[in-house]
T-cell receptor, first 114, second 113 residues
């Protein structure tokens, strides 16, 4: 069975600091991996996805994530946080033999201090 | 190009009632998935529709049912509402060729009293 674990339900950084949100997955087959962002009272917006091409994936708004098979990780990073990055971030996994069923982590709330 | 739209945005029901939520997929998409997001949790997969048929289902009881129309829009029906059904219901659309890459609507917030 597939699963996703997001380490840290809440992360706080200062504006301009590095953002690092952690995600570990479990999958018996090569996974597809995603990061989504959710602003208050809104739906989910796709930030980036990994589908077995390059291991370093660049997304929107300056975010990127690196797929590390040996560590079963897919951590999300951004070199310099902006106030507008404050939101809830979700990591999700899917597999080619599960169709479009996304399995989400519990989410990490990112706060950005001025 | 309109994205995924959902209606209504908010809904209040009482226990035992029935509710219908609606979703229109992104232009060019033919597959619709529904998720339930309880407060403080990640979304949980309910089911997916393609070619007007339920293609895959998560661990939700039969009280949860759906429908897809020829224009690819979809409905989620929940019967015999329980307090625990209070949540944000998210619709996501994709193409059959790329089912995993899903674009979400703004959701319908359901409160069951």
């Amino acid at each position: 069975a597939q699963s996703v674990t997001q380490l840290g339900s809440h992360v706080s950084v200062s504006e301009g600091a590095l953002v690092l949100l952690r995600c570990n997955y479990s999958s018996s087959v090569p996974p597809y991996l995603f990061w989504y962002v959710q602003y208050p009272n809104q739906g989910l917006q796709l930030l980036l996805k990994y589908t077995s091409a390059a291991t370093l994936v660049k997304g929107i708004n300056g975010f990127e994530a690196e797929f590390k098979k040996s560590e079963t990780s897919f951590h999300l990073t951004k070199p310099s946080a902006h106030m507008s990055d404050a939101a809830e971030y979700f990591c999700a996994v899917a597999s080619y033999n599960q169709g479009g069923k996304l399995i989400f982590g519990q989410g990490t709330e990112l706060s950005v201090k001025p | 190009d309109a994205g995924v739209t959902q209606s209504p945005t908010h809904l209040i029901k009482t226990r035992g009632q029935q509710v219908t939520l609606r979703c229109s997929p992104k232009s060019g998409h033919d597959t619709v998935s529904w998720y339930q997001q309880a407060l403080g949790q990640g979304p949980q997969f309910i089911f997916q529709y393609y070619e007007e048929e339920e293609r895959q289902r998560g661990n939700f009881p039969d009280r949860f049912s759906g429908h897809q129309f020829p224009n690819y829009s979809s409905e989620l029906n929940v019967n015999a509402l329980l307090l625990g059904d209070s949540a944000l219901y998210l619709c996501a659309s994709s193409t059959d060729r790329d089912q995993e890459t899903q674009y979400f609507g703004p959701g319908t917030r359901l409160l069951v009293l």
